[in-house]
């Protein structure tokens, strides 16, 4: 199995104002497969996502990535994994201000072994006649498409997606959607995305409901829609 979750607990707090956000999640995802987390707000859903990715830390359970405990993993090798093997797409965009576009995504480029190519990257996000351009000079669905490209450029086995067309407008989110589409047909990444968005789940070959920090729903698509015939 690619990715195995088991028995994630994670609280907030102490004493009284002690919250158990997550209380025992336990998942496999396949590799390739394009998963949504969906759930309201406070659900858990976003920690999740964070622990999965080493930005957070669960107080009990483990995540084995390809048979490897996170679990077991110094602060450096944690380090290295999350540098050669994730990738993270996040509702703001995060871009370095005085870098280009092609600057911004080369830099996601140094931290890989086997980076994908940049001119082909480009072209796949129909960023080429912006490649010179600062953030500053890009609207917000280009700025988002950069951010794909800095997180895909490193040719990640897992790219993780917290709300990523939170801030952007009803045509831009779904030019981002088919974006995040083609990337996952194309460079064959596992793709886990959080989203409160329930139309949005349509386009993922699985959808987990998530509520009060409990798995309440895991659900295949056998027919997954496109993410352009996508309507909310």
Known sequence: MFLEINGIQKSYGTGDARVDVLKGI????????????LGPSGSGKS????IIGGI??????DINI???SMGHMNEKRLTSYRRQ?????FQMYNLIPNLTVRENIEV????SKQPLDVDELLGTLGLSEHQAKLPNQLSGGQQQRTSIGRAIVKNPDIL?????TGALDYQTSKEILKLIETVNRKY????????HNDAIRLMADRVIRLRDGIIRKDEHNTQKVAAEDLEW
């Open 56 to 61: 957070d830390t669960s107080d009990a359970g």
């Open 47 to 50: 920690t999740l996502l964070n």
């Open 188 to 195: 064959h990444n596992t793709i886990i995305m959080v989203t």
């Open 85 to 89: 093997h994730l990738g993270y797409i």
């Open 108 to 111: 996601g480029a140094y931290l």
């Open 26 to 37: 336990e998942l496999k995802v396949e590799e390739g497969e394009f998963v949504v987390l």
């Open 160 to 164: 993780l997606c917290d709300e990523p």
């Open 66 to 68: 390809r048979g490897e």
